[in-house]
């Protein structure tokens, strides 16, 4: 692979380096111009009744709470995804996929097992599990969530 230089339309951040898109959004540029939070995560900008929930963690007030067991870990991610879809006026019936990262692969029957008794009440959304190293704040799941606003 060459490690040629892509003329983009843009700005460069000089910092980094990066070329932002001068058609993106101001909260889109904002994204990618530091990350200086826990991840560097975003939520989709522009026209479209797809919701993007990404980096969902086992945070209460911004502090990742990692040392808790696997399946209260589970349950605060999933809590957090409830309140994120209710400030968009929607449930867990408009989810449409799910990605649920995992540092500790023995933990998936765990995670299974509150995974179904949240979506009880509701036809299940795909999902998938992706084994990983490390998560940030030593969490031991993570989330990331299409949503339909419908």
Known sequence: ????VVEQKGQTNSDRGMTVDDSLSEES??????IDNVG?????TGESDLVFFQGIL????????GSEPVDEQIRMCLDRL????ENRSASLDDVMKVEVQLADADA???????????FDAVEFPPRT????CSLPGGADVQLDVI????
Not at 29 to 34: L, T, V
Not at 108 to 118: G, I, N, Q, T, W
Not at 147 to 150: G, K, M, N
């Open 108 to 118: 998936a029957a765990v995670v299974d097992r509150a995974y179904e008794s949240r």
């Open 129 to 132: 599990v992706v084994g990983v």
């Open 40 to 44: 560097a995560f975003g939520m989709r």
């Open 29 to 34: 540029k904002r994204q990618r111009d530091g």
């Open 147 to 150: 949503a339909a606003e419908e």
């Open 82 to 85: 409830e309140l994120m879809l």
């Open 1 to 4: 692979m060459s490690q040629g």
């Open 58 to 65: 086992p945070e209460i007030n911004g502090d990742v709470k």
